[in-house]
């Protein structure tokens, strides 16, 4: 199995603040990664596919990179709303796999 | 408006069973691959099982397989997730998405809790 780590676990930040979560795969996995934002007691959303395609209806402070198995989630300029966890999942192969988790907090 | 809701979740003793369904609103289910996937509160997501557009094609996570079933009815526009043999690990809530061909999960349901516990 793919393993997808996610750092770091949690921070803290302010709104303003640029904030990067990386993710790391195990082994190559192409551009098939995924991030999703979780709020407390809802369902994940789609933030950016493919490494660094964002969402339609996703605000342009997120953005995506990827660096052969190191992919990056930023967000450029945080807002109040942006406060939630944030998952990295591939697909590029089964069983898909998610990274830990990064809770973003106040 | 694609709606996915789940049902079904509860308490249940170990060793028990349960059924989860997943009703599909808003497009047109029988073109989609549909997922399942769970979270223990507080800890990260994990992948459990897979049915093709036409139900025929079907995988899962080895920490389900032999226990879980997924299926589908695209004339109801629902899946389901029959899980046999629970543990207090199969704890947690279950979430069924849908699944874009490029890989990625578009749409999920609101989730639906188990509880395996004396």
């Known amino acids: 199995d793919i393993q997808m780590t996610q750092s770091p676990s949690s921070l803290s930040a302010s709104v303003g603040d640029r904030v990067t979560i990386t993710c790391r795969a195990s082994?190559?996995?192409?551009?098939?990664l995924n991030w999703y934002q979780q709020k407390p007691g809802k369902a994940p959303t789609l933030l950016i596919y493919?490494?660094?395609i964002l969402q339609r209806g996703v605000p342009s402070r997120f953005s995506g990179s990827r660096s052969e198995t190191e992919f990056t989630l930023t967000i450029s300029g945080l807002q109040v709303e942006d406060f939630a966890t944030y998952h990295c999942?591939?697909?590029?192969?089964?069983?898909?796999?998610f990274g830990g988790g990064t809770k973003v907090e106040i | 408006e694609v709606q996915l809701v789940e049902s079904g979740g509860g308490l249940v003793q170990p060793g028990g069973s349960l059924t989860l369904s997943c009703a599909a609103s808003?497009?047109?289910?029988?073109?989609?691959?549909m997922h399942w996937v769970r979270q223990v509160p507080g800890k990260g997501l994990v992948w459990l099982s897979r049915?093709?557009?036409?139900?025929?094609?079907?995988t899962y996570a080895d920490s389900v397989n032999g226990r879980f079933t997924v299926s589908r009815d695209n004339a109801q526009n629902t899946l389901y997730l029959q899980m046999n043999t629970l543990g207090v690990e199969d704890t947690a809530v279950y979430y069924c998405?849908?699944?874009?061909?490029?890989?990625?999960?578009?749409?999920w349901g609101q989730g639906a809790l188990v509880i395996v516990s004396s």
């Open positions: 998405a849908r699944l874009i061909s490029w890989g990625y999960f578009d749409y």
């Open positions: 808003g497009f047109t289910f029988s073109n989609y691959w």
């Open positions: 049915v093709s557009s036409d139900g025929t094609t079907t």
């Open positions: 082994q190559t996995i192409s551009t098939n």
């Open positions: 493919e490494a660094s």
């Open positions: 999942h591939q697909s590029y192969s089964f069983p898909f796999t």
